[in-house]
């Protein structure tokens, strides 16, 4: 059975998302939908001819898709989750999940009241050196995890002509740190396999002043289980060469990867071990898992409870910020 795919939202990312269901074998776009026409045209005829929809609406009521993809700006994912849910129709959204805590409730009824999968589009979870870490944590071979920090950071050339939608805080729902941001802060989230339950945030705008919104941030979280994560992401600046993308340590040593490629750990008492493994982008992973679990009906390796919790973790920063305390979520 092919899996057929309607693509909502057909700007850059869009572009990423199509070439990994082209790698696929029993998945293809059959639909695309954007409000530029042009940009649809193009999508659709590197999907190798789909349906060109202007609406979402119209997309789902004039296609046979099984599934949708949504690649719209931030703001616009809550009504679009909620409308494929109610068409019956299985769902990848990029990040973030939606933008407030209204909305998330209303995307978690619209998917569980039609019974459709909703995978979030956490690509970075599915770079080899993530699932080697979190295998080798879930096996105790370093202990008990005291600490984890998770890190993404980069020098962005957004300018005031450039930065579009995400310039404006209404759209965004923030800044950086709830779109590049959110990388580190699902990785972290996986990697403590536990709940939050604190949050503590500074933001800063160093370079990009033209954002309504922070183009920095470090993000302190407690987790139930006594866990500390710290979140440092940025559009601001290069970062050192050996900055990590993720470390965790732990009562029997700790575990680390650069830029997300090799792992390295080290048990106390043993020789420091690296594993040898590619550095991947992980969207053509994220793809193929997806229309996996839409064909054996399973649960992603991340789904809209856990796109909450990180969510959660979001607004908990920019709401310590704001009040200038510890946020208890």
Same mark, same amino acid.
């Given at each position: ?128 050196? /993530? ?141 420091? /071990? ?56």
């Amino acid at each position: 059975m092919t899996v057929k795919i309607g693509l909502i939202g057909c700007g850059g990312i869009a572009e990423v998302h199509l070439r990994g269901y082209l790698q696929v074998e029993d998945a293809r776009v059959t639909a695309v939908c954007d409000v530029v026409e042009e940009v649809a045209r193009q999508r659709a005829e590197m999907a190798g001819g789909a349906q060109v929809f202007s609406t979402i609406q119209s997309l789902l009521a004039g296609s046979d898709v099984d599934a949708v993809d949504i690649c719209l700006p931030h703001h616009l994912h809550k009504d679009a989750i909620v409308a494929a849910a109610n068409a019956g129709k299985h769902i990848l959204c990029e990040k973030p999940l939606c933008l407030t805590l209204e909305e998330a409730a209303a995307v978690q009824k619209a998917v569980s009241d039609n019974g459709v999968i909703l995978m979030c589009a956490h690509n970075q979870l599915f770079k080899p050196a /993530v699932q080697r870490a979190r295998q080798l944590i879930e096996e105790g071979a370093l202990g008990q995890v005291y600490e984890l920090r998770t890190t993404d950071s980069f020098y962005h050339s957004f300018n005031m002509e450039t930065i579009g939608w995400r310039g404006h805080r209404e759209m965004i729902g923030g800044g950086e740190l709830i779109d590049t941001g959110y990388h580190p802060s699902y990785l972290l989230l996986y990697l403590a396999g536990s709940e939050p339950v604190e949050v503590s945030a500074m933001l800063s705008n160093h370079r990009l002043h033209f954002m309504d919104g922070e183009d920095s941030a470090q993000v302190l979280v407690r987790f139930a289980d006594g866990k500390v994560g710290n979140i440092v992401t940025s559009w601001a600046y290069e970062p050192t060469p050996n900055t990590e993308k993720f470390q965790v340590v732990a009562e029997r040593g700790y575990i680390y990867s650069e830029a997300g490629g090799d792992l390295h750990y080290k048990i106390r008492g043993s020789e420091p /071990v690296t594993i040898p493994l590619p550095k991947t982008s992980g969207f053509n992973e994220e793809i193929a898992d997806f229309i996996t679990c839409v064909r054996e009906k399973r649960r992603p390796i991340h789904n809209e409870a856990d796109g909450i919790n990180v969510l959660k973790v979001i607004l908990g920063a920019y709401q310590s910020v704001a009040e200038k305390r510890t946020i208890i979520l």
